[in-house]
């Protein structure tokens, strides 16, 4: 874009109007700079809803400091009418509403951007190739807002209106996004709304519009569904049914318990009033693990949800589960270690100490969402995995994915029956007269449980977690505990067979290829795109579901003569699990494309390294 | 079911109990804890208060840690569900599965190590929820399985074989709980078959959590001149501060006491635990009366022995969350799964 027509500087008013060469439509993005605890929240939703009513496909970030209130905070919202998702570096508008970032976020700005902030601030005087839109917003939030308390949160809603009006947003689309926010809250549906009339109407007096940024009604949403990935595999595990639930708090997982908690409390309570699940925050993830695994143990399905820091707590439960061979559902929310590391910022940096998380030798089955509806589907899944190969099934998001809203196609009932596994009832062990616990007696490494309870004499086994035989008794003989440890790595095996097999997102019998999982997808397939219309060049790309990993997983590095595998992290954890597992031959194929500094991956980091490690 | 019925008259056979079961039904595998140790002779208080109350086998879970206490689920009850978990996270486990079965029993042995070190943290946070289960301590001051450590609940001055003094102070496992809304605390002693099996059988009748603190000497480690949880030092320092006598729902309560000495304690089930008292100022329903009567006898170097709180009424762990009838467990897929319809619904709502 041609900087110097937009670069207005002080004389912006009589110069500037659209350029119709230069009108950028459905195909920009918007920041708004707020502060933490301001109550911006529901304003950007009701934006970004508003988009999404005008059929145009749009995305949320929400990047946000780990604190209460008073730090800054950046929302994103990322029109596209290509349906691109993945968090696009540039920033088109920006929404300046924070004195401590200003100048900063405006200096931070490309020449042609707009950016619209609170007079007081003068921002003008940092740039003057950016569009300047200033609003007085405490004098319009006080005509329109008598409660002075209230102040503070409905001026939110006025930059709803002024962004609303230059972009061109229909009211009516603005009105039906507040009216899903504010739901049934009539009065606090008027204020708000009154606030983005305001804020509209000061924007039509005062603003003339000189950026090229528009949106225009297009047909690209009907149909489709906003939410989060936290809630999507909360519903996915009250599908499942789920009756278990142990759980203590931690960014950025809370808000799939919250979630489960409103979807149980709605959906699982029975006619005489009672509920058909148990909710049950614990001290601690050593607890809540614990409380998954005894009510595996005892038939329940159950589940947790958690983070980094939480993972590591319980990674000596996870070795029991693994050995004792009990089902439970661990959902871990993927942020940046190490350590604590930036609770509010997402990475795929667990995939490695999850895979082989616990002492001794131990590995775990492992889903990986790439998105919301996935979310949904693995939530769903990881249940009957669960049960079926009798062990724990950990399902690895992100903060990116979990807390971000997302556009999705509506997700598919379940209609298939819970798969509940191996489980010998009373009357089979009449028929069997007995039952050894850890007997392979399918070939398939996975042997069949008896529930406590299981009203016969025969029913009973000791779970442990030291050595023990097919028989379930203590064993410390070498043959025995052989024995046990090969039916396990053969369970693993029968897992392969399981678990959601990878998707070819792009076969062209190109000779390079890109393997990623999760999120990555989104910047993916972008970059891919690019790639094409920029170098004309052609790029499979293999998106893997689940460790273990599938045959089909070897096949697609068998025929490319190089693959680069593009995860959010520093040490290429995908790269080194998938070398684990390729003959050497394929496996200095593999090169990375890493990402690790707390934003989600975008497409043009990806596109600038693979060309230059391609010499384009 | 394949259960022994009772003996027919006039047939000898071995002596049944009310569900007509012998006692052999309730006994497990042989011990491989050292002859002689406490904890064998709980095991056997744990089958006889069993066969006693007549409780089906296949009803009751048994769980445990890691530790000497840990391994004697193995030796009693072999016909119920066994979890040998990891150490000190019992009370997680057995949560998580009453969550799973609230229909069934479940018992929990612990050791002073699994529980009063590693496991604290559970195990207070058990003790608040009052979740319904028997919780007992084996209680031998010592880490018997790495060769004889101190534990948390050794006494000051108690002395180690090798000559090491414990010079840091006790945790009282049972002032703890009571403080921490237990509704049924005791503790006993190994040695003390009588007490023993009468708080057995009370705690199988109570619905909330029992936490029973059993002293029970390491004659291995720690059953020597200079330990206070020796079998010598606790023949000399045990001071019951009650008699316990427990009448279950199904016998008929007969008068064992003097009526002026006692107090009943009707528990859930109609149940009846009677103590005679032997402190004229004990009651066992004050919270306050009894820590402090714990307190003191710390101050004045007794080991006190007895039911100290209980509290029959309190609402469970399983009455809070408001559970259905049926375990969670074992819902059918009808009462967990929600409809298509239900799908519909939520989906229309994020359109």
């Known amino acids: 874009m041609a900087t110097g027509d937009l670069a207005l500087g002080h004389e912006q008013s009589k110069s500037a109007v659209v350029d119709a060469r230069a009108r950028v439509v459905n195909d920009f993005s918007i920041q708004v700079a707020t502060v933490n605890g301001s109550g911006s929240q529901s304003a950007n939703s009701v934006l970004l809803k508003s988009i999404f009513d005008m059929g145009v496909p749009v995305s949320g970030k929400n990047l946000f400091p780990s604190n209460i209130a008073g730090l800054p905070t950046w929302y994103t919202i990322r029109a596209s009418k290509d349906g691109y998702v993945a968090r696009r570096k540039r920033i088109d508008v920006l929404i300046a509403m924070n004195a401590e970032t200003a100048r900063e976020d405006i200096l931070g700005l490309h020449p042609g951007s707009a950016a619209i902030y609170d007079e007081a601030l003068n921002l003008r005087q940092y740039r003057d190739d950016v569009v300047c839109y200033p609003v007085p917003f405490d004098k319009i939030t006080a005509a329109v807002c008598p409660e002075a308390k209230l102040r503070k949160l409905v001026r939110n809603m006025v930059y709803v209106g002024v962004a609303a009006h230059l972009l061109q947003i229909d009211m009516a689309s603005v009105e039906a996004a507040l009216h899903k926010q504010f739901a049934k809250k009539q009065k606090a549906m008027d204020l708000n709304m009154g606030a983005v009339r305001a804020g509209a109407e000061y924007a039509a007096e005062h603003l003339p519009k000189q950026d090229p940024f528009l949106i225009e009604r297009m047909n690209a949403t009907a149909g489709k569904i906003i939410i989060d990935g936290n809630s999507a595999a909360a519903l996915g595990a009250v599908f499942a049914g789920v009756t278990v639930v142990a759980w203590y708090p931690i960014t950025p997982s809370t808000s799939t318990i919250e979630a489960t908690i409103d979807y149980l409390k709605k959906f699982r309570i029975n006619a005489e009033g009672k509920a058909t699940f148990a909710v049950v925050q614990a001290e601690d993830e050593l607890a809540a693990i614990g409380m998954v695994l005894g009510a595996g143990w005892a038939g329940a399905r159950s589940m947790t949800a958690t983070s980094g820091p939480g993972i590591s707590l319980m990674a000596e439960f996870s070795g029991l589960g693994y050995f004792a061979e009990i089902p439970g559902v661990i959902f871990d929310v993927q942020r940046t270690g190490p350590s604590t590391g930036m609770p509010t910022r997402t990475s795929q940096a667990d995939l490695l100490s999850t895979a082989f998380l616990s002492h001794g030798d131990t590995k775990h089955v492992i889903l990986l969402p790439g998105s919301v509806k996935e979310c949904f589907e693995f939530g769903y899944a990881a249940f009957d995995l669960a049960e079926r190969l009798q062990t724990p099934v950990f399902v690895l998001s992100d903060l990116d994915l979990g807390m971000n809203n997302w556009m999705s196609d509506p997700f598919d009932y379940p209609s298939k029956p819970l798969d509940r596994g191996k489980v010998l009832t009373a009357e089979d062990l009449n028929r069997l007269g007995g039952f050894a616990r850890y007997a392979d007696v399918d070939g398939d490494g996975i042997g069949y449980r008896t529930l406590p309870g299981t009203d016969h004499p025969k029913a009973a086994y000791f779970t442990r977690g030291s050595g023990h035989n097919s028989k379930a008794a203590y064993t410390e003989k070498p043959d025995e505990y052989v024995e046990v440890m090969e039916r396990l790595a053969r369970k693993f095996k029968t897992a392969q067979t399981l678990v959601p097999a990878p998707v070819l997102e792009r076969s062209t019998g190109a000779k390079i290829g890109v393997i990623a999982f999760g999120t990555s997808d989104f910047a993916v397939n972008e970059a891919l795109d690019e790639l094409k219309k920029q170098h004309k060049l052609d790029v499979d790309y293999l998106r893997v579901r689940a460790y273990p990993f599938n045959d089909a997983v070897h096949e697609f590095v068998a025929s490319h003569q190089r693959i680069y595998v593009v995860e959010q992290n520093r040490d290429a954890q995908l790269a080194s699990l998938l070398k684990l597992d390729l003959a050497a031959d394929q496996a200095v194929k593999l090169r990375s494309i890493l990402h690790y500094n707390g934003l989600p991956i975008d497409a043009e980091s990806i596109l600038s390294e693979l060309a230059v490690k391609e010499g384009l | ?351």
């Not at chain 2, 296949?58 to 009850?77: D, H, N, Q, T």
């Not at chain 2, 599965?97 to 207070?124: C, E, K, P, R, Y």
């Not at chain 2, 921490?180 to 099996?197: E, N, Y």
């Not at chain 2, 909330?208 to 029970?216: E, F, Y």
């Open chain 2, 1 to 351: 079911m394949a259960t022994a019925t009772a003996t027919p008259t006039g047939t000898p056979g071995p002596k049944v109990n009310r569900i007509g079961l012998p006692v052999i039904e309730y006994r497990g595998g042989k011990t491989t804890l050292c002859a002689g140790c406490g904890h064998n002779a709980i095991s056997e208080r744990i089958v006889d208060a069993l066969f006693e109350m007549g409780v089906q086998p296949e009803r009751v879970m048994k769980l445990s840690g890691i530790g000497c206490s840990s391994k004697s689920p193995a030796y009693f009850l072999s016909r119920a569900h066994s979890f040998n978990s990891v150490h000190g996270r019992m009370p997680s486990v057995a949560t998580g599965a009453v969550l799973a079965n609230h229909t069934m029993m479940a018992l929990g042995v612990s050791g002073d190590g699994d529980t009063a070190s590693i496991g604290m943290g559970q195990f207070v946070h058990m003790m608040r929820r009052n979740l319904p289960m028997i919780y007992i301590i084996e209680d031998n001051g010592v880490y018997g399985l790495t060769k004889g450590q101190f534990s948390a609940t050794a006494d000051i001055g108690s002395k180690l074989k090798t000559g090491v003094i414990n010079d840091l102070p006790p945790i009282d496992t049972c002032a703890m709980a009571i403080q921490l809304g237990a509704t049924f605390v005791g503790r006993s002693f190994s040695g003390d078959k009588k007490q023993l099996l009468a708080m057995l059988k009370a705690a199988i009748a109570h619905k909330g959590t029992v936490m029973l603190d059993v002293i029970s000497p390491c004659v291995t480690f720690n059953d020597h001149e200079g330990s206070t949880k020796s079998y010598k030092f606790m023949q000399e320092h045990d001071e019951p501060i009650n008699e316990l006598g427990f009448v279950p729902s199904f016998e008929e309560i007969d008068v064992e006491y003097d009526a002026g000495t006692t107090t009943d304690v009707k528990m859930h089930d109609g149940s009846s635990l009677r103590l005679r008292k032997l402190r004229e100022d004990f009651d066992p329903t004050n919270k306050v009366a009894s820590v402090h009567t714990l307190m003191e006898a710390h101050e004045n170097g007794e080991v006190l022995t007895g039911v100290f709180y209980v509290e029959p009424e309190k609402p469970s762990f399983i009455d809070l969350l408001n559970l259905v009838d049926q375990p969670l467990g074992s819902q059918p897929e009808s009462a967990t799964k929600p409809s298509a319809e239900v799908l519909q619904k939520v989906m229309a709502s994020l359109q």
